[in-house]
């Protein structure tokens, strides 16, 4: 399974050359964190309440997922919208495996509203850009100095 952080700009074409080439299947989809939905329980009992964490909405391809938990009357917790792009994984499976590696937080006890997938790939491309930027103001630096 591919996860692909927010919309799948790229053409899927490539993918299914390369993985068909090697006789493998693959599903491709779509993780949006920014999206402007909330989801409540709306019943007698729970008087529009917050859902639990892992609770989800399923229509045709894709699925809105609850992965934190947010406690009562701190306001409703932001659901993950995942869209399936390409393959064949139901939408059940898809929401499990993204619930259940949104569980997984490496070097913390707390979960992630992020599965792992895309959870680290945000970090690593801030730290890498972060990086980029400290060499590039050293590179300046040392030439603005080795000047005076």
């Known amino acids: 399974m591919i996860h692909r952080d ?8 490539w993918y299914i050359e390369y993985f ?8 491709i989809v779509e993780i949006r964190k920014n999206i402007s939905v909330r989801l409540l329980e709306e019943n007698e009992i729970s008087n529009g309440m917050n859902l639990k964490s892992g609770s989800t909405v399923i229509k045709d391809n ?8 947010v406690k009562r009357y701190l306001g409703a917790p932001r659901p993950l919208l995942l869209v399936h792009r390409h393959g064949n ?11 259940i590696l949104s569980e997984m937080h490496i070097g913390s ?6 599965p792992l997938t895309t959870l ?19 590179q300046i630096n040392y030439i603005f100095y080795k000047y005076l």
């Not at 927010?6 to 074409?13: C, I, P």
């Not at 068909?20 to 599903?27: K, S």
């Not at 994984?89 to 619930?99: K, T």
């Not at 730290?127 to 930027?133: A, E, K, Q, R, Y």
């Open 6 to 13: 927010g919309f799948s700009n790229e053409e899927k074409n």
């Open 20 to 27: 068909n080439r090697r006789n493998i299947e693959f599903d």
């Open 62 to 69: 894709m699925v809105y997922i609850i992965t934190t938990n």
């Open 89 to 99: 994984l139901s939408m059940e499976v898809i929401a499990r495996q993204v619930y």
């Open 109 to 114: 006890m707390r979960t992630s509203r992020l």
């Open 120 to 138: 680290h790939y945000m970090q690593i491309r801030y730290v890498s850009t972060m990086t980029m930027f400290l060499i590039i103001f050293l």
